[in-house]
Nanobody, 119 residues
Framework: QVQLVESGGGSVQAGGSLKLSCKIS????????MAWWRQSPGKERELVSH???????RYSDSVKGRFTISHDDAQKTLYLEMNNLKTEDTAEYYC?????????????WGRGTRVSVSS
């Protein structure tokens, strides 16, 4: 039984920071890596950042330079440090992963944690 549980969301003012965490149980970091996705009302769920098994990181253009993804295998936790938050970052943030063969859309998801950024 694989379970992902996000935490760390909240309400902040524009320019502020938050650090999200995703606790992993019944699972070890796979070759598919792990990712953070987000979804806001009226928009498709979008990939925010991904970290591969070899540590390579990728970011969407909208968050590049502001967000940092990391993974602590010993703590079985995925992190997303978010700095200089903007109102457009307001969304439900989801931790996600998959098992080989890795799909474009992950099949294992957390329930999400809300981030609200006000101006």
């Amino acid at each position: 039984q694989v379970q992902l549980v996000e935490s760390g969301g909240g309400s902040v003012q524009a320019g502020g920071s938050l650090k999200l965490s995703c606790k992993i149980s019944g699972y070890r970091f796979s070759s598919c890596g792990m990712a953070w996705w987000r979804q806001s009302p009226g928009k498709e769920r979008e990939l925010v950042s991904h970290i591969s098994a070899d540590g390579t990181t990728r970011y969407s253009d909208s968050v590049k330079g502001r967000f940092t993804i990391s993974h602590d295998d010993a703590q079985k936790t995925l992190y997303l440090e978010m700095n200089n938050l903007k109102t457009e970052d307001t969304a439900e943030y989801y931790c996600a992963t998959d098992r080989p063969p890795c799909a474009d859309i992950p099949t294992i998801w957390g329930r999400g944690t809300r981030v609200s950024v006000s101006s």
